[in-house]
């Protein structure tokens, strides 16, 4: 049998609001309702941000906090990871909630270029969160915007500074970064196999209209894929999507055409070299 695909629902992000699209969750009840439905559509990761009342970004550790323990409540045994990205703070308010220690943890290791300004991480601070995410038996997702954040990621790994193998997810697709190239897909691919092994679990984003295109990609190459309102807002040119689980199940759909199963939440969290969940 074909190895399982995990599913990575990204809910929320810090960027899409209600006026895009009404299906974007933001209270911390909306969150939990839409990863119910994305859990129970197939997804076994769930990628968190948290909002203040007026739909900004917020990195506030009690938000995140009652996130986590509605999630924990409502979708048991799901892996969750939360962002420390830098639209939702800056500095090491960044890293404020790992000491929930959540089961995972976005862990971007270079800047690079967004849309309308640079996507800053400095070394000092990326060694910082680093650190934090040891401490507090978090495993990193390592976002690779560019080929340097890979080899960082090897650096990193050699130095002692992420425990096990990496998990490295290729973003593709924002405006002023690394576009949706298959030449240089395929490239991270060989390099993350000649870097960590031929049986390392990775992942791949798509943004916007290239979200589909690399679910397929990653899932037809052997990753794991990742989907959600916060990277993509539409079905299709035309449509909306109605909810994160319609963007859960049209990976799932990829993954029949693959003859991949989904990912149980068991069978993420061994692939992946995570802690069981709850017994059932």
Request: overall charge negative; charged content about 20%; proline content about 7%.
């Amino acid at each position: 049998m074909n190895q399982p695909c995990i599913i990575c629902v990204a809910i929320t992000g810090s960027l899409p609001r209600k006026e895009n699209n009404p299906a974007v969750p933001v209270t911390i009840s909306e969150q939990i309702e839409s990863t119910h439905e994305a859990f129970e559509a197939g997804a076994s990761i769930v990628h968190a941000h948290v909002r203040n009342a007026d739909e900004s970004p917020s990195s506030d550790p009690d938000k995140f906090a009652a996130l986590r323990e509605g999630l924990k409540k409502h979708c048991p045994g799901m892996i969750i990871q939360f962002s420390t990205g830098g639209r939702s703070g800056a500095g090491k308010s960044r890293g404020g909630m790992l000491p929930l220690a959540p089961d995972m943890a976005s862990l971007s290791v270079g800047s690079n270029n967004f849309p309308t300004r640079v996507y800053e991480n400095p070394p000092d601070l990326v060694d910082w969160l680093a650190a934090e995410m040891m401490t507090y038996g978090v495993k990193p997702e390592i976002e690779a915007f560019d080929l340097s954040h890979i080899l960082r990621a090897a650096q990193m790994h050699a130095a002692g500074q992420i425990r096990d193998t990496p998990y490295v997810q290729f973003v593709m697709g924002v405006k002023n970064a690394m576009p949706a190239d298959r030449h240089v897909f395929d490239y991270y691919v060989g390099t993350v196999r000649r870097l960590f092994g031929d049986n390392t679990p990775w992942c791949a984003a798509g943004i916007g209209a290239h979200q589909k295109v690399l679910n397929e990609w990653s899932v037809s190459a052997g990753g794991h894929a990742r989907t959600g309102l916060e990277d993509n807002i539409r079905l299709d040119r035309d449509r909306l999507a109605p909810s994160n689980a319609a963007l859960v199940r049209v990976v799932s759909d990829i993954c029949e055409k693959h003859e991949r199963p989904v990912a149980t939440w068991q069978q993420a969290r061994q692939i992946l070299g995570l802690p069981d969940g709850p017994a059932l």
